[in-house]
């Protein structure tokens, strides 16, 4: 899935989307009978504490009414106290105005269903998230009748619409002549499934000297040699027509098989700094002087964690001596 790393942009992307949903929805659906009452809670009252259940009034009986349906509570009053409630069937009346109304309905819907992926996506918020029980009481008290988006809707439907919608618009932006050299970065990662993965990213400079990033895809790298490292970024590159040979240099990590890559590549090889100041770090504290000062402060730090009674002296002769206590 290819993404725009600008926060900027995101957010322009958010507040299009917020704009385009200045729709006038109807009040009420002419005909709708939502100001009829059942006669059946004449009998019944609904259980504060299970909304789908309700008791009888004359038994004391709680009844299923899942659905808001009174089904099994008309069937209780029949066969159990011999009571009709005279309840009747309510038709609902469909006209152009109802018809008009679902439409504008759905298409509400639709846009909230696609902010709602593109929130998730954006905060990179696990899918279950819509399965919280106060997530979902937010909702029904903001937009009732919404019905939010299940994992397989998501997986399946809104967050591949929402990637093609991206790599569409990114296809678009790379094939402009205006972007004459693009620099990539790329990492690679072992997966818990013990699966090699690697991701390609894109950096260039657009027109009005703005300067854009956007992630070319993520693929599974099944030969972590240099040339299955060639075979993978070609894969990603050639997606986007051209672009391959705007590519200058490429920046990753300092191991050898990347800067072999490189070569194959006929790209310029660029180390990761700060993965070369954490190689350095290392170094320099494996020095004996280093290493002997650090088993001090680590063994110290580990007899105030163990004890209770040190970290209460500390905090006391901290106090005494009016310095800021530390944990």
Same mark, same amino acid.
């Given at each position: 899935m290819a993404t725009f790393e600008s926060d900027a942009e995101n957010l322009d992307n958010f507040d299009g989307l917020v704009e385009e949903m200045n729709i006038e929805v109807a009040d009420n659906i002419e005909g709708s009978s939502s100001a009829y009452?059942?006669?059946?809670? @004449?009998? +019944?009252? @609904?259980?504060?504490?299970?909304?789908?259940? !309700?008791?009888?009034?004359?038994?004391?009986? +709680?009844?299923?009414?899942?659905?808001?349906?009174?089904s099994n509570l008309i069937k209780h009053l029949k066969a159990v106290h011999k009571i009709d409630p005279g309840c009747r069937k309510v038709t609902k009346k469909v006209n152009a105005s109802a018809n008009k109304t679902i439409?504008?309905?759905?298409?509400?819907?639709?846009?909230?269903?696609?902010l709602y992926v593109m929130w998730l996506c954006h905060d990179l918020l696990p899918f279950r998230t819509g399965e919280s029980k106060y997530f979902q009481k937010f909702i029904a008290a903001l937009k009732p009748d919404y019905v939010i988006p299940s994992r397989t809707k998501l997986s399946q439907c809104l967050v591949p619409e929402l990637a093609n919608e991206i790599q569409e618009k990114l296809v678009t932006i790379l094939e402009q002549r205006d972007v004459?050299?693009?620099?990539?970065?790329?990492? !690679?990662?072992t997966s818990k499934s013990c699966d090699n993965y690697e991701a390609l990213t894109a950096h260039f400079i657009c027109k009005n000297f703005v300067f854009r990033s956007a992630t070319l895809g993520i693929a599974k790298l099944d030969n972590q040699t240099a040339d299955g490292h060639v075979k993978l970024i070609e894969k990603l590159v050639n997606k986007h027509k051209g672009l391959m040979e705007r590519v200058t240099t490429l920046t990753s990590d300092n191991a050898e098989v990347m800067k072999s890559t490189?070569? @194959?590549?006929?790209?310029?090889? +660029?180390?990761?700094?700060?993965h070369t100041i954490n190689l350095v770090v290392k170094n320099?504290?494996?020095?004996?002087?280093?290493?002997?000062?650090?088993?001090?402060?680590? !063994?110290?730090?580990?007899? +105030?964690?163990?004890? !209770? @009674?040190?970290?209460?002296?500390?905090?006391?002769?901290?106090?005494k001596l009016k310095l800021a206590e530390h944990k």
């Open positions: 009452v059942s006669p059946i809670w @004449k009998y +019944f009252e @609904k259980d504060r504490r299970d909304e789908t259940k !309700a008791k009888c009034k004359i038994c004391d009986s +709680f009844h299923n009414r899942s659905g808001s349906s009174t439409v504008v309905k759905r298409k509400v819907d639709t846009e909230l269903d696609r004459a050299d693009v620099v990539l970065t790329t990492d !690679a990662w490189c070569r @194959k590549l006929k790209i310029s090889w +660029f180390g990761c700094i700060p320099g504290l494996n020095i004996s002087d280093c290493a002997n000062i650090l088993a001090s402060i680590r !063994a110290i730090a580990s007899h +105030f964690r163990r004890s !209770a @009674k040190a970290t209460a002296l500390l905090n006391s002769e901290q106090k």
